[in-house]
DNA sequence: TCTATTTGTTAGATTTGTCTAACAGAAATA
DNA sequence: TATTTCTGTTAGACAAATCTAACAAATAGA
């Protein structure tokens, strides 16, 4: 189901780029810095030194200190950038938190595929050269900027049976909105509203071709687009 | 290393994903179904259904038709909708090809934190209200703005040595591009010039670190921030 | 009803990655 | 020099995920 990438685990990737870091830092490598560093026991280590050096990614032998090879250290830096990268827009551009996007980069940096590094890369560079944007993005967006399209805007509630639209936006805190979220209720979604609801019965809408129940009060929360959609399979094509 | 999300693994994920597209077409799921749609030998299938049923996401009893609990539905559900936002962030805002999106979304789907994917989806609710935004991102960033910075930037043959310096873009084509981002030159990097270099002397910078070298003909494709940075360990400070 | 095909399961092997416990080498200290 | 401590390795176990090959159940066709 996934890209594989250089033939080489996401394991063993990250024991390449730590192995990078503690080089950065001290001039020599030893097993029980990076078993301290990856929070591992040593002796996980070892056979991953083992798989390593066999793919001829670093120089290793018994009890002496750990050097990366030319390719693994082209691998160590790859993957370092794509780190920093996926860091750098969950911080810079969503507003995630430092600690929380280090653990999402961590788990992501393995997958993210060459082109989509490129045009990553092309954005931030992008975006530093676009005074416009980078206000736009500053300002946060957590919080809408104009009610200007408020006014269109349609609440799930509103909505007539059979009829598809857009989803717009969530208007709703912090679990509600989550709750929706995790569901599949995301901007630009579309939404059919198989059976409107009342104060005790729940809405029945259709959304990725599945039947989903919700309260009045959270239908409330969803904002559609006005302008009607006919109804597919074909979901998100812009 | 990694976030672990909701004590269930990655592929097992996949496993409710794919069972709740196929319900979303085909009112039954079988071991048939699910082993065709992931590209896997049925015999692997059975063993996760086991898995799953032992972790009450699905109801499964042999040679019988699978069904998702409320908890499986849930995390099929929120799986995909990681899938989606992922896969439309790289399509629409980064300019992917759809096939190579839905890779790289598969892969990182799993890993996505709560938080990362409500701010995700925040992005998306905020660039489609805001037609500025949309205008600016619309037109692909590929090609920079304008050329309005380009007189104010420094490439890096024409740095002092020792002197410290921000990344502002890549000025080169694909093949170069993409090597000198593999190996850490990223916008907002800083880098330092240890040693300059001639027409067959190499430059030497320092970048995270690590001393690396660069011949003078790709040197030159790195355009710098004519601003002067304190060389630090700290990178990424923003 | 009896066979052939489709579908699902089991058994057994393999790879990756982790652990604990026991042991071996090296360095530091007495 | 002898002993203790630190560091690294091995052995052995385990879980997750996959495969191939062989078998079993269900369905369809004759």
Redesign the pocket.
Known sequence: ?STVRSD????????LETIYRILGRSSVA??????EE??????????????LSAKQLIK??????IELTEKGLFIARRTMTRHNLLSRFLTEVLGISREQAECDACAMEHFLSESSMERLAAFFEFLAASPELQALIDTGFGNCPEGKEELELLPLTDLEPGSSRRIARINAGQKIRGQLIDSGFIQGAIITLTRPGGTDLPFIVDLDGYDQELPGEIAECVLLHPVQEQTGEDDYEK
Chains 1, 2 share one sequence.
């Open positions: 189901m080489i685990t996401g394991s063993l990737e990250d024991y030893r097993v029980r810095d990076i078993a990856m929070q591992v026991n040593p002796a996980s280590v070892t056979p991953a030194m083992k798989r290793y032998s018994k009890r002496n200190y």
